[in-house]
């Protein structure tokens, strides 16, 4: 064999070697790569079951969030009601009384009347006042935040614009006007 072809065939075998050596290297970088997929796709499956989880769960808290506030809505005068029904019970036993009562005893059942109304009328402020519900206070000036004017009259005693008479008190709830007073001013 002569030398020119000795190193065509060393060079052939190198080629060969090259080639064999990079096609190794190209399965072993194509079976790391399918490894990395394949990791990268257990990691993406892993997050989606996680994001489905966490949006069920959001979701299930929505619907018992909404499901809390329509029974808070529904149910938000509970603790007022019960409170009134003692007035109620009170009123009852008025009208009982009124009912039972004799023509030989009526100016004893009358006074026990006036004393039941009496009784039931400040319970009913104190159950008001539990629940911050404040009677408008008309002393002199008149305030159009929280009174209204139905009249004007002329009086020696007052001012302009002061407050001559009360028609209907005013109620408020906390700081919210619940209905103005209703009041006659001085011209």
Same mark, same amino acid.
Do not use: W
């Given at each position: 064999?002569?030398?020119?072809?000795?190193?065509?065939?060393?060079?052939?075998?190198?080629?060969?070697?090259?080639?064999?050596?990079?096609?190794?290297?190209? &399965?072993?970088?194509?079976? /790391? $790569? =399918?490894?990395?997929?394949?990791? %990268?796709? !257990?990691? @993406?499956? #892993?997050?989606?079951? +996680?994001?489905?989880?966490?949006?069920?769960?959001? &979701?299930?808290?929505?619907? /018992? $969030? =909404?499901?809390?506030?329509?029974? %808070?809505? !529904?149910? @938000?005068? #509970?603790?007022?009601? +019960?409170?009134?029904?003692?007035?109620?019970?009170?009123?009852?036993?008025?009208?009982?009384?009124?009912?039972?009562?004799?023509? %030989?005893?009526?100016?004893?059942?009358?006074?026990?009347? +006036?004393?039941?109304?009496?009784?039931?009328?400040?319970?009913?402020?104190?159950?008001?006042?539990?629940?911050?519900?404040?009677?408008?206070?008309?002393?002199?000036?008149?305030?159009?935040?929280?009174?209204?004017?139905?009249?004007?009259?002329?009086?020696?005693?007052?001012?302009?614009?002061?407050?001559?008479?009360?028609?209907?008190?005013?109620?408020?709830?906390?700081?919210?006007?619940?209905?103005?007073?209703?009041?006659?001013?001085?011209?």
């Amino acid at each position: 064999m002569s030398e020119k072809e000795r190193n065509d065939l060393e060079q052939t075998e190198t080629e060969n070697n090259e080639e064999q050596i990079q096609q190794e290297t190209n &399965e072993e970088e194509r079976q /790391r $790569l =399918e490894e990395a997929l394949e990791a %990268a796709k !257990a990691e @993406a499956a #892993e997050y989606r079951d +996680k994001y489905i989880r966490a949006h069920a769960d959001f &979701e299930n808290a929505k619907k /018992r $969030l =909404e499901r809390e506030k329509a029974n %808070a809505v !529904a149910y @938000a005068h #509970e603790s007022f009601a +019960k409170d009134l029904l003692a007035v109620i019970d009170s009123f009852e036993s008025a009208i009982a009384s009124i009912e039972g009562a004799d023509e %030989a005893h009526s100016g004893e059942v009358l006074e026990k009347m +006036k004393e039941g109304v009496r009784l039931t009328y400040e319970q009913l402020k104190k159950v008001l006042e539990k629940h911050h519900i404040t009677e408008i206070a008309c002393e002199k000036e008149f305030d159009p935040e929280v009174h209204q004017a139905i009249m004007q009259v002329d009086s020696d005693e007052h001012e302009s614009g002061d407050i001559v008479q009360v028609m209907q008190k005013g109620y408020k709830i906390k700081d919210r006007v619940l209905r103005p007073a209703m009041v006659s001013t001085c011209k």
